[in-house]
């Protein structure tokens, strides 16, 4: 039961300073993209802007994957499992946690190594080594790794009934 608690206020924490960072790169992307628009407009063009714009997007959706995951926010369908009865229900979404952080284990793996691959290349307007643009793949699923560890924690110890 202690190391249920130590994970669950470990994804407490992930989770918190995701939904900081994520807030922060949505903020930053959306300056940077209403300074690129002025500058179009009225001075010259911001070469850098769109490629930080699409880099920060593609960071904050995979640190934001993990808080909608944490949540239970992302889209799916519970119609044949609604049926089922309760004891059921709780073995379908231990098994579908438990899907998920395989999968997360794989991409975290395959993104680490992708990751490898392409670290001496350089980003063509703000030369940045690509190394660190694709470091959010393995970042964005070692948070939803962690995550689903902790829901499938709550889920086995959860009484059935309760929500």
């Known amino acids: 039961m202690a190391v249920i608690n130590v994970i669950k206020k470990i994804s407490d924490v992930i989770n918190r300073i ?6 922060a790169l949505l903020g930053a992307m959306v300056i940077i993209t209403f300074a ?8 010259t063009a911001l070469s850098w802007s769109e490629e930080l714009a699409r880099y920060l997007l593609v960071w904050s959706t995979l640190i934001g994957a993990g808080c909608v ?3 239970g926010g992302h889209i799916s369908v519970l119609i044949v499992q609604d049926k089922m009865p309760p004891s059921v229900q709780k073995a379908l979404k231990v098994l579908v ?4 952080a395989v999968f997360f284990v794989i991409a975290l793996f395959y993104g680490v190594k992708y990751m490898g691959m392409v670290g001496a290349q350089k980003s063509a ?10 470091m959010s793949i393995p970042v964005g699923c070692g948070i939803m790794l962690v995550h689903a560890i902790c829901l499938v924690c709550e ?5 059935d009934g309760e929500s």
């Open 18 to 23: 995701c939904i900081v960072i994520a807030v």
């Open 125 to 134: 307007a703000l030369h940045v080594p690509m190394k660190y643009m694709y």
């Open 36 to 43: 690129q628009i002025i500058c179009r407009v009225f001075f």
């Open 69 to 71: 995951y944490k949540a």
């Open 97 to 100: 946690h438990i899907l998920c």
């Open 155 to 159: 889920e086995i110890i959860r009484k």
